[in-house]
């Protein structure tokens, strides 16, 4: 049988990836005291290491950033060992694992927050429901919008972010800009209502986003730098007039920037695919994500969709996914309900091929 093109490898930005299989960064809220991760995460992470590339959970750039339980921050020289212990596990495998940059923005509670002062935002919009606090499920807090003056403070906390990730060794970061966390309000017109230079047109909301790649491009080459965007994604209650419009110009201010890749949800089996206009308008390496398994996401490679593929769940229950997808070999199927619990099990506990 000839090599599947998953298996092929790629060349990003000078980094020789083994294969082009990406471990999704997944959020597993393990992280200990002082939300550093520890030797069970360098565990976890080491365990997969031979994707292509690891890109790992999402980490608050800054204690505001945080709306979940257990999440790790990068931030502070405690958390900056933390990291390094991860990257070094990785690194001592072959691996080559990029952190994921993170704030929730509004999607957070002020028991998370310094002070216990409101989240902020983008606008004053809040988000309807329940999230799961130390103290159980309570309704998420109603966010205040940022000042003008006080975003250069926010767009410095990604930098020192990408800072820290540099200190601990990570081959590269990821600006998470996905999922309906602080840059996506920003970005999409249901949430940024804001009248000043940072809302309304298009190039105003793509403002917050491009301000945090030149911070952060300054720390990491750009070629080192992705960023990962949900065009379709309405999680986090999340919507936009023109997604066409507003990603399409988001795609071509990256590539002007030579950013090293740009990360796009854009599931397979969705009715309404972004990756053929993002893909035209973005020229570094193409990642795709999104309910792909081996059979899809060969035919992503072959097709030319895209560069990689990341697999969340698969890879999360598969610490050896690129072997099973070599082999033809069956999967272990996941454990919804350990998905954010603490500990090894759901965790480190998966098995691997004998
Ligand atoms: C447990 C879990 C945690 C996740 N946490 C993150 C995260 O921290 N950052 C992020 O960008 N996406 C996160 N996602 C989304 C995944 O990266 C991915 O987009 C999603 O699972 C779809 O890919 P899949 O079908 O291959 O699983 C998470 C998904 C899961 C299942």
Redesign the pocket.
């Known amino acids: 049988m000839s090599t599947q093109p998953l298996l092929t490898p790629f060349d990003l930005a000078g980094i020789e990836l083994r294969n082009r299989i990406v471990l999704?960064?997944?959020?597993r809220s393990r992280a200990g005291a002082g939300n550093v991760v520890t030797e069970l995460t360098a565990t976890y992470y080491a365990q997969r290491a031979s994707a292509g590339l690891l890109i790992t959970?999402?980490t608050q750039v800054a204690p505001e950033g945080q709306g979940y339980v257990a999440t790790p921050g990068i931030y502070s020289p405690e958390q900056e060992a933390g990291w390094r212990q991860v990257v070094e596990a990785v690194h001592a495998v072959g691996g080559v694992i990029y952190a994921?940059l993170w704030h929730v923005g509004r999607v957070s509670h002020t028991s998370f927050q310094p002070g216990g002062k409101a989240p902020v935002s983008a606008s004053g919009i809040g988000l309807t429901g329940l999230t799961w606090t130390s103290e159980g499920q309570v309704p998420f807090s109603t966010p205040r919008a940022l000042e003008t003056d006080e975003i250069r403070g926010v767009v410095s906390q990604y930098v020192q972010g990408a800072r820290v990730a540099l200190a601990a060794g990570f081959d590269g970061v990821e600006i998470?800009g996905?999922?309906g966390y602080l840059i996506d309000q920003f970005l999409r017109d249901g949430t940024n209502h804001r009248t000043d230079a940072y809302g309304g047109s298009i190039p105003n909301r793509l403002r917050f986003l491009l301000e945090v790649v030149d911070g952060v491009t300054r720390v990491f080459p750009a070629s080192r730098v992705g960023v990962?965007l949900s065009p379709g994604g309405a999680f986090n209650e999340m919507a936009d007039s023109d997604p066409d419009a507003l990603f399409g110009a988001a795609a071509e201010a990256l590539s002007i920037r030579n950013l090293g890749y740009l990360h796009v949800?854009d599931p397979a089996a969705s009715p309404k695919r972004f990756t053929p206009l993002l893909r035209a308008r973005f020229k570094g390496a193409y990642i795709v994500?999104?309910?792909?398994d081996a059979e899809t996401g060969n035919a992503a490679i072959a097709s030319g969709e895209a560069d990689l593929v990341a697999?969340?769940?698969?890879f999360?229950a598969n610490p050896d996914l690129p072997r099973r997808f070599a082999e033809g070999a069956p999967l272990n199927a996941p454990d919804f309900a350990t998905?954010?619990t603490g500990g090894e099990k759901g965790y480190t506990d998966y098995p691997a091929l004998p």
């Open positions: 999704a960064p997944m959020t959970e999402a994921q998470h996905a999922n990962r949800i994500n999104g309910g792909f697999y969340g769940v698969p999360l998905f954010y």
